[in-house]
């Protein structure tokens, strides 16, 4: 009998739909208190999930539905850090 790995799933905070968890970017505020993209999804610390679409993104923000999940209040100059992270193509 062949077993199936099941595969995680995140909701997205802009778009609120479940995908697969390596469909989404993970945002995580480290244990230092630091924002930053975690494109391998294991850095340590409270994470948050949306899709690679600067539209999520911006839902994400506008609903605070970012920092309700990392419990911390966002400053600008990482917002816009945060979205020039995710235009760029890696």
């Known amino acids: 009998m062949v ?3 099941k595969i ?3 909701m997205c905070l ?3 739909e479940v995908k697969d968890k ?3 970017i993970r945002i995580v ?3 230092a208190g630091d924002i930053e ?7 340590a610390g409270r994470g948050a999930y949306i899709c690679p679409e600067k539209d999520c993104f911006i839902k994400a923000i506008n609903s605070r539905g970012l920092e309700k ?3 911390r209040k966002l400053p600008e100059d990482i917002l816009a850090l945060l979205k020039d992270q995710l235009e760029r193509p890696d």
């Open 3 to 5: 077993r199936k790995r």
């Open 8 to 10: 995680p799933q995140r």
């Open 29 to 31: 505020r480290t244990p």
């Open 37 to 43: 993209l975690d494109k391998t999804g294991k850095k």
């Open 69 to 71: 999940s990392l419990r």
């Open 22 to 24: 390596k469909e989404l």
């Open 14 to 16: 802009g778009c609120r």
